[in-house]
């Protein structure tokens, strides 16, 4: 399960792809995409339950939204991309031979992610069926759900306190996100409340 409601499911699959999204490094490195984009994605941590647990904090945001488009306004403010960035992000042709991280595979599921964000704005008989393609979908290594588990268990020490510990920097603007702050969702030019929290990167495991 990647959620128990839509909105819970939209946060999950968009935390999961700006998780993967941080392999863009890899892109940049080879000077293939443009450095000053993507530093925000690139600045998160290599290894991957390092970097889950920088996401944490903002899929907390995204969960208390009150809309789809605040939701994905949190991860569109912090890391300066959208969603439809990312999905020709990863369609790139780069990634053709990436067989670990990144690639088409992704930019299916991103694209997924937009439509169920879309439908998400109203009553739309498509939501229901997007919710099963993304239960259903596949990357690079399994399904969406099982990497959602994966990354929640091995993290799982960690987001006991970080997350907590975040939610509640969000809630009485104390420790724990380093800032709130507001500017315009490229979706509807509404205010998007997201955390700056960064991290330096860490070497270790990019799957």
Known sequence: MLGASHLEVLCNVV?????????VRHLV?????PSEKWRYLVSLPTNRSDAWRTLVPIRAVALASPSAERAL?????RFRVSLAA????????????AKLYG?????VITRLAIELAEGLRGENESVDRLVRELEDARHNTGSLAEKLDRLERAAEAGLSTVGQSSVRGV??????????????????GEPAVASVLMRPPVRGNSI
């Open 15 to 23: 935390t999961l792809i700006y998780h993967e999204a941080r392999n």
């Open 29 to 33: 490195h080879e000077r293939l995409l």
């Open 73 to 77: 306004g949190a991860f569109e403010t």
């Open 86 to 97: 990312l999905a020709d992000m990863f369609a790139n042709e780069n990634w053709l031979h």
């Open 103 to 107: 690639g088409n595979a992704w930019a």
């Open 171 to 188: 809630r009485n603007g104390t420790r724990g996100l380093a800032m709130l702050y507001s500017e315009p969702c490229s979706i509807t």
